[in-house]
């Protein structure tokens, strides 16, 4: 399915406009003018622009809540774009060897080497040397800290080293 067609959502029909035009939002009777008048059917038009002047939209605030849902397809857009890059940044990285991935600033800072050894990955609770209690992933084989990447999707339960 084409993006173009997954963002154009469904045309508004007169029977279902009169039948639902009180649960509809602002906006979806800003967009039922829109499909009312590509059909060119006057008693819909009509019907539309009731229930537009029955909730004092103008076409000012239609045109603001139209780009309000612009806005936030493209912000949806972006983020699963943004989501399926670092998967693939994830994946590509995936076979291992060599490198070196420096450990996120848990209140330590060191510097750990992939390591090829690894095939699982776990979530490890500790204290930082802050204090505080944090969350960090860890190959199962090594113990070494890996990229959270490596554990994504998995429950945060310190089952693995309890208390280290």
């Keep these: 399915m084409s993006i173009a067609l997954a963002l154009s959502g469904c045309a508004m029909n007169p029977a279902k406009f009169e039948q639902k035009r009180l649960r509809f939002s602002d906006r979806q009777v800003c967009e039922a003018l829109a499909d009312a008048q590509k059909s060119g059917d006057e008693d819909f038009i009509g019907s539309v622009v009731g229930e537009l002047d029955r909730r004092q939209l103008s076409d000012a605030r239609c045109e603001t809540l139209a780009a309000e849902k612009r806005k936030k397809i493209a912000l949806g857009v972006l983020a699963a774009l943004t989501v399926v890059a670092v998967a693939a940044a994830a994946s590509s990285r995936g076979g291992g060897g060599g490198g070196t991935y420096i450990q996120p600033d ?19 609770q500790f204290l930082n040397d802050k204090g505080l209690l944090v969350w960090a992933c860890r190959g199962e084989q090594t113990g070494q800290f890996a990229d959270s990447s490596r554990c994504a999707g998995k429950a945060q339960i310190d089952w693995k080293w309890p208390g280290n």
């Design 106 to 124: 848990y209140g330590r800072s060191y510097a750990q080497p992939y390591t090829t050894t690894d095939y699982s990955w776990q979530w490890d």
